[in-house]
């Protein structure tokens, strides 16, 4: 029943701007903790964000603390991802992914529903 849909991303300036949407069209958002993942040409997927079921709780990876801020709107089933200050080390293709209930949101292997993904090309 989960359905992952991402948007918002583009070619941007270094130093520039984006928000990530994504959103669960199947209607089950709230039962699950979300992630943003990027992945580059050559290079591993990695978990970016992550925040847990309830909001409350976020995570970041080093490189984008400070920088990115992830959110989620239970109401409209969404959940964003918010950046700023971005850097050419940022283009990526970002998926959203959603965690199975009860696991860690901070675990990449927690993650078990996939949007297709949306490039985000930053130049320098």
């Known amino acids: 029943q989960v359905q992952l849909v991402e948007s918002g991303g583009e070619l941007v300036q270094a130093g520039g701007s984006l928000r990530l949407s994504c959103v669960d069209s199947?209607?089950?958002?709230?039962?699950?903790?979300m992630g943003w993942f990027r992945q580059a040409p050559g290079k591993e997927r990695e978990l970016v964000s992550a925040?847990?079921?309830?909001?409350?709780?976020?995570y970041y990876t080093d490189s984008v603390k400070g920088r990115f801020a992830i959110s989620r709107n239970s109401a409209k089933s969404t959940v964003y991802l918010q950046m700023n200050s971005l850097k050419p080390e940022d283009t990526a293709v970002y998926y959203c992914?959603?965690?199975?209930?009860?696991?860690?949101?901070?675990?990449?292997?927690?993650?078990?529903?996939w949007g297709q993904g949306t490039q985000v090309t930053v130049s320098s």
């Open positions: 992914a959603a965690a199975r209930f009860g696991y860690s949101y901070s675990d990449p292997n927690s993650y078990a529903y």
């Open positions: 199947g209607r089950t958002f709230g039962s699950y903790a």
């Open positions: 925040i847990s079921r309830s909001g409350t709780s976020t």
